[in-house]
């Protein structure tokens, strides 16, 4: 059974203070309960989508892999101190012999491949954020007012932020904290300060402010 999560009345205030171009984008989310696990949707017309421009779209037919990373955090209103952590990568290459596109999605509790025919297609799963668990619910309390931060970067250029992410996903976090780590370490800096990132292009994404209603 799913219960929705109320967003907050603060969400106009919110979205116009950060309305200026070097801030954070506010996407309006869609936040239920299911069993034990908060999860996330993007809604129309936010998303991921744009990380790819027509560039980088077009390099998916190149036959050179690219990689997205997505980072996400969820903290209080009022602080950036992360009550949960959730990482996800999704990796697609296509083979021009035989004209198929090969995505490997990973995140927490698993991965799975997938083969399909057309780039938009590819896109999609690259993309789509469709009910992704992002926190146990024990971790909010209810009616306590959090936001949900998110950094997406396409093809990161360093090697260690990439063995950082095979490390934290072999590791299984659950959605929980991983402060030993200098991955999520890094991401209030990068999330106020994109040109920290190194990476092909990087988004900055946060949610309308949402909290649990009492039962």
Not at 101 to 124: C, F, M, P, S, W
């Amino acid at each position: 059974m799913r219960a929705a999560i109320v967003a907050a009345a603060m969400l106009v205030i919110a979205a116009t203070a950060y309305a200026e171009d070097d801030k954070p984008e506010i996407q309006r989310m869609r936040f239920v309960e299911s069993g034990d696990d908060l999860l996330l949707s993007t809604l129309p017309p936010g998303g991921i989508g744009k990380l790819f421009d027509t560039t980088a779209y077009e390099a998916l037919s190149t036959g050179i892999p690219s990689t997205v990373v997505i980072r996400i955090q969820i903290t209080p209103q009022d602080s950036d101190e992360p009550v949960a952590e959730q990482l996800i990568q999704r990796f697609v290459v296509y083979d021009v012999w035989d004209e198929i596109y090969t995505l490997r999605l990973d995140q927490t509790g698993g991965h799975k491949t997938i083969k399909v025919k057309y780039r938009a297609e590819a896109l999609k799963w690259l993309t789509a954020l469709d009910d992704l668990p992002v926190a146990r619910l024990a971790v909010l309390p209810t009616n306590q007012v959090f936001v949900l931060k998110m950094v997406v970067e396409l093809n990161p250029v360093s090697k260690e932020t990439l063995a950082e992410v095979r490390r934290w996903l072999s590791q299984g976090q659950g959605g929980g904290l991983d402060r030993g780590g200098a991955f999520f370490g890094s991401f209030v800096s990068v999330f106020y300060n994109p040109k920290i990132a190194d990476a092909d292009r990087v988004l900055r994404i946060r949610s309308q402010p949402f909290y649990r209603p009492s039962p």
